[in-house]
């Protein structure tokens, strides 16, 4: 027996409401010629930041320029464990799949899928089971290891609530609002706990993967993988977990949680709404100053790189299509105008933006900084 999904109250329907209206703002500022000129580099941050939370939550931690170079296939600093830069490899590997599975057409949930999915994050640890379900009881330690945060369900009953869970995934609650059957998705599978390790980075990816199946927006739009990896927000989420209880009881009212989901999305649309919101301003701008320069207008998209995160040279070439001396010209042309400066050295080596570039993009987020809206207020 899986957990139910609970009826929603009018406070639920309203955030969904709010929800939807920002992300029909998304699909509108997001279309066009013209945006596909700075949303790729917003898609691509807010995947680097899903992939860098989800992680950090499990204490594999690595700043946003490595986690971007990761999603580069980009070298990492030597100061990044080896370790950590395996977890967030193998959780950018199923993550970028599945953010394809929205274009699958002969997609289908199956436990052979889940894990896969399972291999594609655990693969660097062969001794933690990749890909297999445990054969052994299960216990998340808390505070105190006298008590235990949960006690999850017995090994024999595992194939028999994963048949159950893919089957609900298949076609169960289909009138259900996508956002709480993303949420149930998540809960489900991190209470059966199916595997020895990387249960909560799997139950993080399914719901990402349930809203991808949605269709309607670009997942990296709608996930709240990053919104859950900042601190206090990481211990919300434990906290809402405790909630649902501490032994496997899918009875239990788990209303609590799917609210926790909601407030999570309504939260961090409001960051990819600013964050949309600075990329199309700092790419107008930086191309108003490549204009004024005299610079290549591919130009553009190096400043823009190098103002809202690093310019990696070879990703520039790579992205727009140039030859090794050519990304070279172009980056040496704007690091003599002061334009750009070297972080880095070697096989790291990046651009960030200096001079008139910088002060355009600190310019436009000091005018689009505010404080955070509360869904729920009491």
Known sequence: MLYATPALDRDDQR??????TFYTAFVQSTGGAKAGE???????????????GSNTIEGYTVSPSAASAIVDHAAVPADVPEDTREAV????DALTWVTQTADMDSFAYSEAVLSALHFMMMRFWPGRSPGRYRTRGIVVTGSDPLVPAYVGPDADQIPLLMGELVEWLNGGDLSAPLLVRAAMAHLNLVRVHSWRDGNGRMSRSLQTMVIARGGRLAPEFCSIEEWLGFEINTLDYYRALRETGGTY???TDVHGWVRFCLRAHHLQAQVVDR???YGREVWTALAGLVSDGGFHERSVAALYASATDQLRREV????EGLSRDQSVRDVRALERAGLLTPVGYGATLAYEAAGAAREIANEVA???TAPAREPYPS
């Open 15 to 20: 955030v969904l409401a709010e929800i939807d």
């Open 38 to 52: 700075w949303v790729g580099g917003v898609r691509k941050r807010l995947f680097a930041n899903a992939i860098r």
């Open 89 to 92: 490899r193998g959780y950018r």
């Open 249 to 251: 009881e899918p009875a």
């Open 275 to 277: 964050r949309l919101s």
């Open 316 to 319: 520039y070439a790579t992205e």
């Open 366 to 368: 000091a005018r689009l």
